[in-house]
């Protein structure tokens, strides 16, 4: 079947830390995998997406690399600053992992 | 460029009414799917669209559902009768042609945040 998995939040880290986001799917065939961000009171906006095994999006800081072997699209970035709180959601097509609240304290 | 664009983005009504939630995708996109957030249980993919077509409802909750696209630029969710379980907030998105495997990222509306009373 097709799903997404991602890790439970919130995830609460201190500026300039680095973040991780694990992001595991069940797929038929190799779908394009996508990030997206939510900020309060909006829709979901793409943040990166990567189409093909041991692709590499990258966006803001923030990367993914398309893992085949263990089937996983981590989100990381280097240093997370106060802007960065938001909702993360990791997919593949139109199915959507529950999404990883961020916050970033100063 | 304008993207897509739901309205209203807030509504409040008794249980028993019918609520319409609109949406107007952008232009050139040829799929459009209709999404309802919870705390609960998340985003949850209610139906989709393709050239007007509906594709997957597999979704909708049950039939006081009802989802319709008349044109290329317009939609409509439609509940009827409305129940507190409903309160939700309703994302339209769209996107270049999609399937399940679709490279296609999605654009999504502001949402319309629904409450029923």
């Known amino acids: 079947g097709n799903s997404v998995t991602q890790m439970e939040g919130p995830v609460t880290l201190s500026e300039e ?18 990030w997206y961000v939510q900020y ?6 793409l943040l990166l997406k990567a189409t093909k095994a041991d692709d590499k999006g990258s966006n803001k800081g923030f990367e993914a690399t398309y893992r085949k072997e263990t089937t996983s699209f981590h989100l990381e970035k280097g240093s997370v600053q106060v802007s960065d709180s938001a909702v993360y959601f990791c997919a593949h097509g139109f199915y959507f992992g529950s999404g990883t609240k961020l916050n970033v304290k100063p | 460029d304008a993207g897509v664009i739901q309205s209203p983005r807030h509504e409040v009504t008794e249980m028993g009414q019918e609520v ?7 232009s050139g996109h040829n799929s ?3 999404y309802r957030q919870t705390m609960m249980r998340g ?9 007007n077509v509906p594709i997957d409802d597999s979704g909708m909750p049950e039939d006081r559902f009802s989802a319709k696209m ?4 317009f939609s409509t969710l439609k509940i009827q009768p409305s129940e507190p379980r409903d309160s939700a907030v309703y994302f339209c998105a769209s996107s270049l042609l999609a399937d399940s495997t679709s490279n296609q990222p999605q654009h999504f509306g502001d949402g319309t945040r629904l409450s029923i009373l």
Request: charged content about 10%; hydrophobic content about 40%; aromatic content about 18%.
């Open chain 1, 17 to 34: 830390a680095f973040l991780t986001i694990n992001c595991t799917y069940t797929a038929t065939g190799y779908p394009s995998l996508f």
């Open chain 1, 40 to 45: 309060p009171g909006e829709g979901l906006q």
């Open chain 2, 20 to 26: 319409t939630l609109r949406c107007k995708p952008i």
């Open chain 2, 32 to 34: 459009l799917f209709w």
């Open chain 2, 43 to 51: 985003l949850e993919l209610l139906i989709y669209f393709n050239n």
């Open chain 2, 70 to 73: 008349p044109n290329a630029s």
